[in-house]
């Protein structure tokens, strides 16, 4: 059934997605969530026009913005409400669907099941909708690629589409050739299509994805270039920041570096599908196991713990370092 995985990459993909419209508003909230600058979208959205609130793009970044502020039951009723006006809105239906696909980790198997096929229909639709929307087209082959045949999934149902989005966006479509050949943990391939897509187009998302790819490959050296790289064109990144903090402990090197990318991971808002903050501190904890420092390492771990009781990783090195200290 579905993983983990399916759900982070459509969320990803769904707020990364090019959106159709090229009003003012939307241009701008699009270059703003480029920058992963969280208060400035909520800036903008408070100054927006009703003109330009009479929009499907601007339902859909109200929408996007509950989820921001971890309130998926409102995000849900502004998009109902947008569809009520903007019934033919591929935007719309797309972040509606993927809001489903959240849902995949609260529910068994017969009910991933029934959600699996509503999820289906919904990208379908918003492909149908729209057949240029990058985002939909995306969204609809990663749950071709990942759902079961039972539930219509398939790479033979996914092929026609990869062609259509090569057509449409030939970076987009690099973009999913590099996280599937990651997937499948080839290493070459997935380095050497990422770079097709950033040389045709640059986004802060991709950017992202290479570090993220040198980081899984070993390549700690070249991440951590990437990464601050990134950081240095967009300081409000928090998934930049803390992805330079992860590259230390890693590579169990640059350790003052590592502790100031995850204090400043944890001054920034959370960002939707970002690592939470009980994360960084956990990871702050491993800094500070690696750089000798039992009691600093023990005050970030209970601060994981604080935020997050059940966080295994956080339990697991408690016990560890305790042991050690006895």
Sequence with gaps: MMVRWFVMAVVMWVAAGVLASGE??????????????????????????PEELNSPEAWNWRAWL????????????????GLEKFPDSAVLELQRTALMVRGFND?????????????????????ELDPDHVGARTALILYFLN?????????????????????????????????????RDERGQALEFLNK????????????NHGLLLQQFGDYEQAREVFTGLVEDYPTHGAAWYQLGRTSVLAEEWLDDGLEAFGRFLELPAWPGDPGHAAAWWRLGQLHVLADDPGAARDAFKQALELDAD???AVSDMAELTRANN
């Design 24 to 49: 003012t508003l939307d241009a701008e909230m699009q270059a703003l969530e480029q920058a992963r600058d969280l208060a400035g979208m909520q800036a903008r959205m408070s100054a927006a026009s």
């Design 66 to 81: 509950a989820l921001a502020e971890d309130d998926p039951d409102r995000a849900e009723a502004l998009l109902e409400q």
């Design 311 to 313: 966080f295994e990783p």
């Design 147 to 183: 759902a079961p045949r039972i539930a219509g999934g398939g790479e033979a149902r996914a092929e026609p589409h990869l062609k259509e989005l090569k057509a449409r966006s030939a970076s987009s479509y690099y973009e999913m050739q590099s996280t599937l050949a990651a997937s």
């Design 197 to 208: 897509a950033l040389a045709l187009e640059e986004t802060s998302m991709r950017i992202l």
């Design 107 to 127: 529910v068994g198997n017969l009910g991933a099941m029934r959600l699996a096929r509503r999820v289906r229909s919904g990208f379908e639709r918003a492909v």
